[in-house]
């Protein structure tokens, strides 16, 4: 069977629908799942005004692959508590929604020219559910992970974003979770957690190069350069931003959200790509 015709079952599967928005939420510290913050409070809000989807993709930077993207495939998607030494409160926490494995394999097809393959070896990690319990806290939508690839180019991300854009009008919600700067080798603690110059140069040039479209810029590693470096000692967190960017159109509307520097070295902006 062709892709075009995957994509025909696909649209025959799900009613039509006005084309999705594409998120991209900055994590941040698993306690945002626990406390009242100016980040989990945002995270609500957004829920409040998004639509409900037939179904959430998240490629989240918590579920790593190398030379394949993987797509959860389960039915009853496990809630990964994939962190240490974190208040207990945190280790009860369930985000207990049904999956998607008949689209996740169509999504799987999808992404045939990306190595996509099948996989119920995951779950929902806490880049999923710390973000999702705030938008959708009934549970009640069907959600499953896609994973990134680690061996790829930057560029490889906004492909995937591409392939994955066509969910978008079928009632499929794209959200990426990650952060735009994360360099946990540098945070700051305390009450005077003052954001380094890296951080705040990195992120506000990430949202100039968004605002522009100019998605080759932040997908060029030696473009970047050392600011890169500084900013994500590995690119797991980035990853996320530019499958959401890829996933977006001409004409879409940018709005962002949450832009603060947390901890000195972790950007908590967060963006949506939304029909104008």
């Given at each position: 069977?062709?892709i075009?015709?995957?994509?025909?079952k696909l649209?025959?599967?799900f009613?039509?629908?006005?084309?999705?928005?594409?998120?991209?939420?900055?994590?941040?510290?698993?306690?945002?799942?626990?406390?009242?913050?100016?980040?989990?409070?945002a995270?609500?809000?957004?829920?409040q005004?998004?639509?409900?989807?037939?179904?959430?993709?998240?490629?989240?930077a918590?579920?790593?692959?190398?030379?394949?993207?993987?797509?959860?495939?389960?039915?009853?998607?496990?809630?990964?508590?994939?962190?240490?030494?974190?208040?207990?409160?945190?280790?009860?926490?369930?985000?207990?929604?049904?999956?998607a494995?008949?689209?996740?394999?169509?999504?799987?097809?999808l992404?045939?020219?990306?190595?996509?393959?099948?996989?119920?070896?995951?779950?929902?990690?806490?880049?999923?559910?710390?973000?999702?319990?705030?938008?959708y806290?009934?549970?009640?939508?069907?959600?499953?992970?896609?994973?990134?690839?680690?061996?790829?180019?930057?560029?490889?991300?906004?492909e995937v974003?591409?392939?994955?854009?066509?969910?978008?009008d079928r009632?499929?919600l794209?959200?990426?979770s990650?952060?735009?700067v994360?360099?946990?080798r540098?945070?700051?603690?305390?009450?005077?957690?003052?954001?380094?110059?890296?951080?705040?140069?990195?992120?506000t040039?990430?949202?100039?190069?968004?605002?522009?479209r100019?998605?080759?810029?932040?997908?060029?590693?030696?473009?970047?350069?050392?600011?890169?470096?500084?900013?994500?000692?590995?690119?797991?967190?980035?990853?996320?931003?530019?499958?959401?960017?890829?996933?977006?159109?001409?004409?879409?509307?940018?709005?962002?959200?949450?832009?603060?520097i947390d901890?000195?070295?972790v950007?908590?902006?967060?963006?949506?790509?939304?029909p104008?």
């Amino acid at each position: 069977m062709s892709i075009v015709q995957d994509l025909e079952k696909l649209r025959d599967g799900f009613k039509r629908t006005a084309r999705m928005p594409v998120v991209f939420l900055g994590h941040g510290s698993p306690t945002n799942a626990i406390e009242d913050t100016e980040f989990s409070r945002a995270w609500a809000g957004l829920g409040q005004s998004l639509p409900e989807p037939q179904a959430i993709l998240v490629v989240s930077a918590h579920w790593m692959s190398r030379g394949t993207t993987l797509v959860n495939l389960s039915a009853r998607p496990e809630t990964i508590h994939d962190f240490y030494g974190f208040p207990e409160a945190l280790y009860g926490l369930e985000y207990p929604a049904p999956g998607a494995p008949e689209l996740a394999r169509e999504v799987v097809t999808l992404l045939g020219s990306h190595h996509g393959e099948g996989s119920e070896e995951w779950g929902l990690d806490h880049g999923a559910w710390t973000v999702l319990r705030f938008l959708y806290p009934e549970a009640k939508v069907p959600v499953f992970q896609v994973s990134i690839d680690m061996s790829r180019g930057l560029d490889f991300q906004l492909e995937v974003g591409r392939a994955l854009a066509a969910l978008r009008d079928r009632g499929v919600l794209i959200l990426g979770s990650g952060n735009v700067v994360h360099n946990l080798r540098a945070v700051r603690w305390g009450a005077d957690a003052t954001p380094y110059d890296f951080a705040v140069e990195f992120d506000t040039l990430f949202a100039d190069r968004l605002g522009a479209r100019d998605f080759a810029a932040l997908a060029d590693r030696e473009g970047l350069g050392a600011l890169l470096k500084m900013a994500h000692p590995s690119v797991d967190h980035y990853l996320p931003a530019l499958t959401v960017a890829g996933a977006s159109e001409a004409s879409d509307a940018l709005t962002f959200m949450t832009d603060a520097i947390d901890l000195g070295s972790v950007s908590m902006r967060s963006f949506i790509f939304h029909p104008a």
